[in-house]
């Protein structure tokens, strides 16, 4: 099993509509973080959480909101979809120990369109 | 604050050409620096990470130098393989008590293809 799964994979959703992408994650971190991937734009910050009561603002937090339910899901929500929202997501975890040198784990990321 | 600047692509090399794919920084401390690699249809993964300045990561016939006095890490590969075909990403992490700056900063990633 992957140490970080995301679900959905894939999904198609109507403008207006709330939906939810969840993450949960079998690597014990205390860290995780949701990204947006757009083509040539790279990987975009929404949030991210630090422990279950420690939840931050990336830099494109607008129209996106979070859940930290346990320190193993981290669930992302759009409340309004829109088309501009079509993107490819993904979700990591990281350890907090160390000095800032420790890797990302990445989930297998859910490719949202809406439409 | 932190970024992270890459060549653009997308690079289209032949098998058993030599790869280069650029990368310059800036950031406030000692940063971290790392390659991912993104496969297909893949999420990120750790390709190889340098801690301190000169040091060397290497992995899978990969290789890129912590160079703190041009502020770079190009990542190189000597004979690259059709296989090699992916998304390439290059990060910094710092290790200041900042909570958002002990973030990932991505760059925009280049898109490389090997034709065999």
């Known amino acids: 099993d992957a140490d970080v799964t995301q679900t959905p994979r894939n999904r198609i959703t109507k403008t207006g509509k709330r939906i939810m992408l969840e993450c949960s994650q079998t690597k014990g971190h205390d860290r995780m973080y949701w990204y947006r991937q757009d083509p040539g734009l790279g990987l975009r910050l929404i949030y991210y959480?630090?422990?279950?009561?420690?939840?931050n603002k990336g830099e494109i937090s607008d129209g996106y909101s979070v859940s930290r339910q346990a320190q193993a899901k981290f669930s992302l929500s759009l409340e309004s979809a829109i088309p501009n929202q079509t993107a490819l997501y993904f979700c990591?975890?990281?350890?907090?120990?160390?000095?800032?040198?420790?890797?990302?784990?990445f989930g297998q990321g859910t490719r949202l369109t809406v439409v | 604050g932190n970024s992270v600047t890459q060549m653009e692509g997308p690079v289209t090399l032949s098998e058993e050409a030599f790869l280069t794919i650029n990368c310059t920084y800036t950031?406030?401390?000692?940063?971290?620096l790392f390659w991912y690699v993104q496969y297909p249809g893949e999420g990120l993964q750790l390709l190889l990470k340098?801690?301190?300045?000169?040091d060397k990561g290497s992995n899978k016939g990969f290789e890129a130098t912590y160079r703190k006095e041009t502020t770079s890490f190009h990542l190189e590969k000597g004979s690259v393989q059709v296989s090699d075909s992916a998304v390439y990403f290059c990060a910094l992490s710092t290790g200041q008590s900042s909570g958002s700056a002990r973030q990932l900063t991505f760059g925009s990633g280049t898109q490389l293809t090997v034709l065999p």
């Open positions: 950031a406030t401390g000692y940063p971290s």
């Open positions: 990591a975890t990281r350890t907090s120990a160390g000095t800032g040198n420790t890797e990302a784990f």
């Open positions: 340098a801690t301190k300045a000169d």
């Open positions: 959480s630090f422990d279950v009561k420690d939840i």
